[in-house]
């Protein structure tokens, strides 16, 4: 059984240009979580969705970042333009139905290493 | 607005000696409590979660937390230090509704 994919692992990108991160969450899953970690800090949330749907984006920065989870295919979290500042190890996670509000164990990937030159 | 403190951004401690990983939670409804490890340049493992079961909760390779609502506390603690523990080590909060906070993160060194 498959863990958490995340890729590209690492990324290397030019300020001004597009990142895509890519996660597939573990067989039977249908929750999704983006987390950023910046050196020497802990993790962040940024957006949960199901598929199709953006349940809470309330971490995500207003401008530059946006996340799917198609009906089919991985999740995608976008950056548009990238600056320095965006350079940072982003993690997914996955978690099965959950039932009601109670947090299910959530099971990360091994994330992907963004810099920003 | 849930939070978590750990104190202690790095730990050192002798291989056979006791591991105490210190997490303080403010929550204002009942929390769920979780404990993650991270090894170098890899994702997450969940060692253990609190969701108000038992105070005291055992996890994986010999971990184990207490609940303390007192203390508002959640820390974590192994009897043995092994050189494999070496790691960093996050405590989290859940304030409900599929989102985890986590704490700054705690650097676990094991010496011979």
């Known amino acids: 059984n498959a863990g958490v994919m995340q890729n590209p692992r690492h990324l290397v990108r030019r300020r001004g240009q597009e990142a895509r991160l890519r996660c597939s969450p573990m067989?039977?899953?249908?929750?999704v979580y983006w987390y950023r970690q910046l050196p020497e800090e802990g993790l962040k949330f940024m957006v949960y969705?199901?598929?199709?749907?953006?349940?809470?984006e309330s971490g995500m920065p207003k401008e530059r970042f946006s996340a799917e989870f198609p009906k089919e295919g991985p999740s995608i979290l976008r950056i548009q333009q990238v600056v320095r500042g965006d350079s940072a190890a982003y993690f997914c996670?996955?978690?099965?139905?959950?039932?009601?509000?109670?947090?299910?164990?959530?099971?990360f990937g091994p994330g992907t290493r963004l810099t920003v030159l | 607005a849930q939070s978590v403190t750990q104190l202690g951004s790095h730990v050192s401690v002798s291989e056979g000696a006791l591991v105490l990983l210190r997490c303080n939670y403010s929550?204002?409804?009942?929390?769920?409590l979780f404990w993650y490890v991270q090894y170098p340049n890899q994702g997450l493992q969940l060692l253990l979660k609190?969701?108000?079961?038992?105070?005291l909760v055992k996890g994986i390779n010999d971990f184990e937390a207490e609940f303390k609502k007192s203390e508002t506390s959640f820390h974590l603690t192994k009897p043995s230090a092994h050189m494999s523990d070496a790691a960093e080590y996050f405590c989290?909060?859940?304030?409900?509704?599929?989102?985890?906070?986590f704490g700054t993160g705690t650097r676990l060194l094991v010496s011979p």
């Open positions: 996670a996955s978690s099965p139905p959950g039932q009601g509000p109670t947090t299910d164990t959530q099971y």
């Open positions: 067989k039977g899953h249908s929750h």
């Open positions: 969705l199901q598929k199709e749907n953006i349940i809470d």
């Open positions: 929550s204002s409804v009942p929390p769920y």
């Open positions: 609190y969701t108000s079961a038992a105070t």
């Open positions: 989290a909060v859940s304030p409900g509704f599929q989102k985890l906070v």
